[in-house]
């Protein structure tokens, strides 16, 4: 890869070089990527479980003797004359029984990793973002050559139609219309869950009033340099996700992901 790289205005013309940070020459290691990912991904999960006493509340039990009365030996509820009495319950294969083996809220969902594990796989997850081969084999539709660094008049755009004009300047706007066409709603029994496609991701220093602009388009993603994780840049785990970086942004790389790019 090129030491130095091209610092594009929102015109789309090349006002001056930048040196990119040691970060870039970092090996690309999808295997750490993807355990960090991983780990990372299972601190948003929330730990679930269930009334121990779910399922049981109910009078059924087992005959005495169980046998000798040509029925099968599950529990019943007790009575007569009402919808339940002589229905199974209390057990799994029954309509409102238990669940056989419930989710327990003592169990540890948060998996664990190593700083140095994550830094490094945060340091390959930059790298593959100037990576072309894996950029285009996520998928993504570019023209600019890669890793595309902008100047920071990008972060004092106001209007979405400025920022789609510049993304087209780019050719990020086929990677715009990809990510649409991968937008699906999933619908389940308890509600409608919209997933998007992953479209560009912008990394800038200050989001400033940008951050309002692109929850308006779908597909486009902001992260503040500081902030910047593996599940920005990698999402699913897949690496090389086509990223537009500000001059700025990328001046203001944590030190030590740059020491493990070095």
């Given at each position: 890869m090129e030491t130095q790289v091209k610092v594009l205005d929102l015109e789309g013309k090349e006002v001056e070089s930048f040196d990119l940070p040691l970060v870039f020459k970092t090996p690309i290691r999808e295997d750490v990527i993807n355990r960090v990912y991983l780990a990372l991904q299972s601190h948003h999960r929330q730990p679930q479980g269930r009334d121990p006493l779910a399922g049981e509340r109910t009078s059924a039990e087992s005959g005495h003797p169980p046998t000798g009365r040509g029925i099968s030996r599950i529990p019943r509820v007790k009575g007569e004359r009402y919808s339940k009495s002589g229905m199974a319950g209390a057990v799994a294969s029954t309509v409102h029984g238990r669940m056989?083996?419930?989710p327990r809220s003592e169990k540890v969902v948060w998996m664990k990793v190593n700083n140095k594990e994550r830094h490094l796989a945060l340091a390959s997850a930059i790298a593959a973002t100037g990576n072309t081969d894996l950029v285009t084999k996520r998928g993504h539709k570019f023209t600019a050559k890669l890793p595309i660094v902008v100047s920071g008049d990008i972060e004092n755009i106001t209007k979405i139609r400025e920022l789609k004009k510049f993304l087209q300047i780019v050719g990020a706007d086929k990677d715009i219309e990809r990510a649409s066409r991968r937008t699906k709603k999933v619908s389940s029994s308890l509600a409608k869950v919209t997933r998007i496609g992953n479209g560009p991701l912008l990394v800038v220093s200050n989001?400033?009033?940008?951050?309002?602009?692109?929850?308006?388009?779908?597909?486009?993603?902001?992260?503040?340099?500081?902030?910047?994780?593996?599940?920005?840049?990698?999402?699913?785990?897949?690496?090389?996700?086509?990223?537009?970086?500000?001059?700025?942004?990328?001046?203001?790389?944590?030190?030590?992901v740059q020491n493990i790019g070095a």
């Open positions: 056989p083996h419930p989001n400033s009033k940008l951050a309002g602009i692109v929850k308006s388009m779908e597909g486009v993603s902001l992260v503040k340099s500081a902030d910047i994780s593996v599940l920005d840049l990698a999402p699913g785990s897949a690496a090389g996700r086509l990223t537009i970086w500000t001059k700025d942004a990328l001046g203001s790389l944590t030190k030590n």
